[in-house]
C-alpha cells in the first residue's frame, strides 16, 4: 500500500478592478470560501496599482489572482472589459509564477451592494467595503465553478 500525500492547495486572491478602487478578497487555503479581505484607493498609477497587488497575492500566500471581468449583460466585451483584459496582461507580465486568470463578474456589485442593504448598513459605510464584498461575491463565484 502507497502513501498518499495530500497538498494542500493555495488561496486565491479576488480583485474587482473599480476606477476609484480596487477590491480585494482571499479564499482560504482549501479554497472552499472567500472573505472580503481590503480595498485599495487607486494611486494614479497603475504600475503602483499592480505591483500593490501582486504584493498582496504574495503577503497572502495566493498563486493565483482571479481579476474579475465585467461583461454586458448579454456577455459581449465592452469598453470595461477590454480595459480589465489589458490589467490583466499588465498583472500577468509582473506576477511571475502567480497566474492571473479572469472570471466573469456580472452583477457582483449589485449583489454585494444587495447584501449590505439587506444588512442594515449604512451608504457611507457600504461605500467603503462594496469592493472588497464584490470582489468575494466574484471570487467565490469562481472557487465554486473550478470546485465542480
Given at each position: 500500500?502507497?502513501?498518499?500525500?495530500a497538498?494542500?492547495?493555495?488561496?486565491?486572491?479576488?480583485?474587482?478592478?473599480?476606477?476609484?478602487?480596487?477590491?480585494?478578497?482571499?479564499?482560504?487555503?482549501?479554497?472552499t470560501?472567500?472573505?472580503?479581505?481590503?480595498?485599495?484607493?487607486?494611486?494614479?498609477?497603475?504600475?503602483?496599482?499592480?505591483?500593490?497587488?501582486?504584493e498582496?497575492?504574495?503577503?497572502q500566500?495566493?498563486?493565483?489572482?482571479?481579476?474579475?471581468?465585467p461583461?454586458?449583460?448579454?456577455?459581449?466585451?465592452?469598453?470595461?472589459?477590454?480595459?480589465?483584459?489589458?490589467?490583466?496582461?499588465?498583472?500577468?507580465?509582473?506576477?511571475?509564477?502567480?497566474?492571473?486568470?479572469?472570471?466573469?463578474?456580472?452583477?457582483?456589485?449589485v449583489?454585494?451592494?444587495?447584501?449590505?442593504?439587506?444588512?442594515?448598513?449604512?451608504?457611507d459605510?457600504?461605500?467603503?467595503?462594496?469592493?472588497?464584498?464584490?470582489?468575494a461575491?466574484?471570487?467565490q463565484?469562481?472557487?465554486?465553478?473550478?470546485?465542480?
Amino acid at each position: 500500500m502507497g502513501v498518499v500525500i495530500a497538498t494542500a492547495a493555495t488561496r486565491a486572491l479576488g480583485v474587482d478592478l473599480g476606477e476609484r478602487r480596487i477590491g480585494l478578497a482571499l479564499s482560504d487555503p482549501s479554497r472552499t470560501v472567500a472573505s472580503p479581505h481590503e480595498v485599495l484607493r487607486r494611486s494614479g498609477d497603475p504600475v503602483t496599482d499592480r505591483r500593490a497587488i501582486v504584493e498582496t497575492a504574495r503577503a497572502q500566500g495566493a498563486n493565483v489572482i482571479v481579476v474579475g471581468l465585467p461583461l454586458s449583460l448579454s456577455g459581449a466585451t465592452g469598453p470595461a472589459a477590454r480595459a480589465a483584459l489589458a490589467e490583466v496582461e499588465a498583472l500577468r507580465a509582473i506576477a511571475g509564477d502567480i497566474e492571473v486568470i479572469v472570471h466573469d463578474e456580472r452583477l457582483t456589485t449589485v449583489t454585494a451592494e444587495r447584501a449590505l442593504i439587506e444588512g442594515r448598513m449604512r451608504r457611507d459605510a457600504r461605500r467603503r467595503v462594496v469592493d472588497k464584498v464584490a470582489a468575494a461575491v466574484m471570487l467565490q463565484s469562481w472557487l465554486e465553478r473550478v470546485s465542480s
